[in-house]
């Protein structure tokens, strides 16, 4: 919009780049172009503003299908106005010169020839089209059909409209319908999402069966191992046990020939001492047959008073006595 100021009686008029400003004055053209800025009459002045920037028109309505289904169309239309007087001459766009503010709704019907324009090609494609066809090819088909149908519309170059560009943003059935066509694609999902777990789940027990068959293999061969360790050990243990018998024997023999030798060497000594007690037993009896009795006698009385107990008190009684003193005058005359 047009700022519009004013000044002593006067009135000043700024546009924008993208505003083109048609200004008459008793009929006559005075001003005409985009960004203009000028002191004006307001008694005697007719202005005009047409936007020239491009403009951009959300479309949206309702269409039937060829299976009488009804599904929603959201488009989007871009347009500009290439010819600002051919548009002022068509449409309303002229300004109040006090506010600066359109007089009458120009965009307004601009929009309204464009939305039934589109809505009028749309519906004339989708009208020949099932359902399923139209939500899978039906967005290239409409905006094919509404951009050629807005650029073949005579009414749009006579007032001076140009359309750029056509977008159709979706094309939606009713949320039954919708519900209803997800339903089998749901359902595949589902069921592949089902074999997916099956095929998981066989994966996983194989895998359980495999690491079952690898733990029963190792306990195997644990248990072949423990029974050759229990044989080598009884290997071992009887080896043991045989050079222990062995080592026995041969410690018994040497005990054996030891204790023979320790034998005949005691043996050996005994013979020796006996002989050496013979000898001195022989001679100690040559010597004492060569003694009269009454020195065996005394030497016989000595040995027992080495051999005798100490006697304290000894009481000899006279029949002792005097038989004693007999033996000893017999042996005494006898020998004188």
Partial sequence: MADIKRRFGLHHLRSAPTIHIRHHRRGALVHDGTGLSFWFRALSAALSEVPVDDRELAVTFHARTADFQDVAVQASVTYRISDPALAAARLDFSLDPDTGAWRGTPLEQLSALLTETAQQHALDVLARTPLAEALADGVSAVRERVAAGLTAEPR??????????????????????????????????????????????????????????????????????????????????RREAEENAAADAVRAEAEAARAVRLAGGEAEAARAVGEARAHAQEAWLRVHAQVDAATLHALAATQLAQNVPRIENLTLSPDVLTGLLARLGHDGGGRS
């Avoid at 560009?165 to 997800?182: F, G, I, S």
């Avoid at 749901?186 to 777990?197: H, K, V």
């Fill in 156 to 237: 749009l170059p006579a007032t001076g409209v140009e359309v750029v560009t056509v977008r159709v943003v979706a094309l939606r059935p009713e949320p039954e319908v919708e519900r209803a066509l997800r339903t089998p694609a749901r359902e595949r999902i589902q069921q592949e999402a089902d074999r997916a777990t099956y095929e998981r789940r066989a994966v996983a027990v194989e895998r359980e069966r495999a690491i079952a068959e690898n733990e029963l293999g190792s306990r195997i061969e644990l248990a072949r191992q423990e029974e050759q360790l229990v044989e080598q050990r009884g290997t071992n243990a």
